[in-house]
Nanobody
Framework: QVQLVESGGGLVQAGDSLRLSCAASSRAFNLYAVGWFRQAPGKEREFVAAIVWNGGSTNYADSVKGRFTISRDNAKNTVYLQMNSLKPEDTAVYYC???????????????????WGQGTRVTVSS
């Protein structure tokens, strides 16, 4: 069983930056793609960004391209999401998830992920 713990959320103003972290309990985490998703109140969970196991390829939702950057430090079993130029519409609970065995790398589809964290809340005020 893999445990994922997100951190770094908070209340910020529009235009500010935050860096989210996703720390894993298992070193095997480093062998899998990792994705970030978010869910705003009353809305479905949506894809934000994903990264393959060695950081060699990334994938972003159009809504965050140019503002968010996903990266990973496999020595620390941690994946990061740097969020710049935050907007009120970025307000959501952010979740990280580990890719499933044999899954499509850096996918935008929640089905391609098995283990999920509990989420960290990001609130952006206007």
């Amino acid at each position: 069983q893999v445990q994922l713990v997100e951190s770094g959320g908070g209340l910020v103003q529009a235009g500010d930056s935050l860096r989210l972290s996703c720390a894993a309990s298992s070193r095997a985490f480093n062998l899998y793609a990792v994705g970030w998703f978010r869910q705003a109140p009353g809305k479905e969970r949506e894809f934000v960004a994903a990264i393959v196991w060695n950081g060699g390829s990334t994938n972003y939702a159009d809504s965050v391209k140019g503002r968010f950057t996903i990266s990973r430090d496999n020595a620390k079993n941690t994946v990061y999401l740097q969020m710049n130029s935050l907007k009120p519409e970025d307000t959501a609970v952010y979740y990280c998830a580990r890719g499933r065995d044999g899954g499509f790398p850096a996918s935008h589809v929640p089905y391609e992920y098995t283990f999920w964290g509990q989420g960290t809340r990001v609130t952006v005020s206007s």
